[in-house]
């Protein structure tokens, strides 16, 4: 007479090497009855989180060298980069977007209060002068130069209005940026027929692709199985021997993550369908 052992928890018998550092062979309800398990599937959850970084020249940017000293980019470009990678075991629902927006300058200067027409130059020429005047008011309020009634809270207020007119000024020389994010997700069904999933590609140029865009790095999922142990507790059945049970021995499982040559997260897992049925003497 046969009974029918499978899996239930990381739960020794006689000794902890008898668990193969992984889920125990033998599956047990609350009232001690052997049940038998059906092999779940396993689902890995891949998350990819790629920012994009854009970046609009300012409006006087030609003009930096001239005024300030210092050249500014004149071109408008954007760039993209995978930030993170990560294994969950189960499904997951597609996550909205983090975003991280810092707004573009406004192209008309702050010490502009007439509506008399200027040229570009003479606007950045303007707008450069109310970049060393802030800087020369903040210097007298920290020197106590000016501003003698202004200390505590006040004078922290007027450094910060101060610091925020000045990187505005800024902006419309060298120009602003705006970094956003984005999160792709993709499920993925194991199973011990294979050892390699494509999850897609990424380009530096148009970001997370399909699998079958060769423009992109391969972002794989890779399966790797521990061998089958022999355990001493398993005695073999002999000619005599009328009394059997069956056990069901469940591997470590390793998932990982990997881009191109790069490592980018791992995680292990057992699953009865990876396991190997053992006819052997009932353990007493």
């Known amino acids: ?55 609009k020249p ?11 000293g210092k050249r500014a980019t004149l071109s408008e470009y954007s760039s993209l980069e995978l930030v993170d990678a990560k294994l969950a075991l189960g499904s997951a629902e597609k996550v909205a977007p983090q975003v991280e927006q810092e707004p573009y300058s406004l192209p008309l200067p702050l010490n502009r209060v007439s509506s008399m027409a200027q040229t570009t130059e003479e606007q950045a020429a303007a707008t450069a002068e109310m970049i060393f005047s802030l800087r020369k ?18 004078l922290k207020a007027a450094l910060d209005e101060i610091a925020r007119m000045e990187k ?14 984005q999160l792709h997700t993709f499920n993925i069904a194991i199973t011990p027929d294979k050892s390699e999933y494509m999850v897609c590609r990424f380009s530096e140029k148009a970001g ?4 079958d865009d060769l ?18 507790q398993l005695q073999p059945l002999g000619p005599k021997d009328k009394v059997s049970a069956e056990y069901l021995i469940v591997p470590q499982s390793k998932c990982m993550l990997v881009g191109e040559a790069t490592l980018m997260d791992t995680l292990e897992f057992a699953s009865t369908q990876y396991g190997k049925t053992v006819t052997a003497l009932p353990i007493k």
């Open 137 to 154: 008011h903040r210097l007298d309020l920290i020197t106590g130069e000016a501003g003698e009634n202004v200390f505590g809270a006040g």
């Open 215 to 232: 423009s992109g790095m391969p972002i794989v999922v890779k399966v790797e199985t521990e061998k089958h142990k022999e355990y001493p």
């Open 58 to 68: 300012g409006v006087y940017a030609r003009y930096a060298q001239k005024y300030l």
């Open 1 to 55: 007479m046969k009974k029918i052992f499978a899996i239930l928890a990381l739960v020794g018998i006689t000794t902890t090497a008898f668990a193969q550092n992984t889920i125990k062979a033998g599956l047990y309800d609350k009232q001690g009855n052997a049940v038998v398990a059906e092999a779940e599937p396993v689902v890995v959850n891949v998350t990819l989180r790629v920012a994009t970084e854009h970046f």
């Open 168 to 181: 505005e000024c800024l902006n419309m020389f060298y120009g602003a940026k705006t970094t956003t994010e």
């Open 208 to 211: 997370v692709v399909a699998s």
